[in-house]
């Protein structure tokens, strides 16, 4: 069993040994026993989860739970692979609760309905807005103006709900992000009603494919993303542990590298949240509670 939780850094390794836990069998001990830790990751959300030209499983995301598998590693005193799980909004969750996955990284805005169902992990480690892609011939320039229109959305997403029908849409939600796109790009939809990071990226990396198209609406009910464990593990040595590697990944600069190294654009919450972290502000504390 691990008895001490430990990282690269010398800081690091203090902190886990303050905080380690009574070396009760749990989650972490049947993921040392198995020498591979499972993980529900996203490959239809560039360039945070993907495949690449290969097929291989790519992006910002994969890279964090690479590096969280190397701390499981360094703790255990022995190799603890990775085996990636592909999750979309709709199941995530679900795959966690039935013990299809250990834990997951995986785009998931961290939403109070949600911390009733697994372990959501203090603090997020990113951090997006809800709006509207949309072309600009479409005639939407306002949350008002969905009214009677056919937006596209994903299944599972809690603004289809609260951005969508509320605001009168027609929205129609597929499973897959391409689905979607393709249904935008084909004009089968008049916005899509996604993450703002989402938009701002595919800007970025594909301008010929969404030339036209730009954010039509106000950016809204901005939220932090949260990796999870299942609830029991949460106040566990799991839970504990992944909450110091995203505490330690903000303060080392660590995601604000993997940002770039993406091609994400420069975002001021992590710049925000790194000095927060650097300054042992709360919200960098995995005890600390979002909803107060």
Not at 215 to 221: F, L, S, Y
Not at 238 to 246: D, E, F, P, T
Request: with cysteine; proline share 4%; hydrophobic share 45%.
């Amino acid at each position: 069993m691990i008895k001490k939780l430990v990282t690269g850094g010398a800081a690091a390794a203090a902190i886990f040994g303050a905080t380690a836990l009574p070396a009760l069998a749990d989650t972490l001990d049947d993921i040392v026993a198995r020498g591979k830790v499972v993980v529900g990751v996203k490959a239809d959300f560039p360039p945070w989860g993907m495949r690449d030209a290969a097929g291989r499983l790519v992006g910002m995301e994969h890279d964090m739970a690479a590096d969280f598998a190397g701390r499981l590693s360094a703790a255990a005193g022995k190799p603890v692979a990775i085996e990636k799980v592909v999750v979309v909004a709709s199941n995530r969750m679900q795959f966690l609760v039935q013990g299809k996955t250990d834990m997951f990284i995986a785009t998931m805005s961290n939403k109070p309905e949600r911390r009733k169902i697994v372990g959501i992990v203090q603090p997020g480690y990113y951090s997006s807005g809800v709006a509207v892609l949309a072309h600009r011939r479409s005639g939407i320039d306002g949350w008002a103006s969905l009214k009677g229109r056919k937006i596209c959305g994903i299944q599972g997403a809690w603004y289809n709900r609260d951005h969508g029908l509320r605001n009168g849409a027609e929205v129609i939600a597929f499973k897959w992000v391409a689905e979607v796109e393709k249904a935008l790009l084909d004009g089968r939809c008049a916005g899509w009603l996604y993450s703002d990071s989402a938009f701002v990226a595919r800007k970025v990396n594909a301008p010929k494919t969404w030339a036209g198209f730009d954010i039509a609406t106000p950016i809204v009910d901005n939220v932090p993303w949260g990796a999870a464990v299942r609830k029991e593990d949460l106040d566990g040595r799991l839970g504990r542990m992944l909450s110091a590697a995203i505490v330690d990944w903000h303060k080392s600069g660590f995601l604000i590298a993997l940002e770039k190294k993406w091609g994400i654009p420069a975002t001021r919450w992590l710049a925000d949240m790194r000095r927060k972290c650097l300054a042992g502000d709360k919200v960098c504390d995995g005890k600390y509670d979002p909803g107060e």
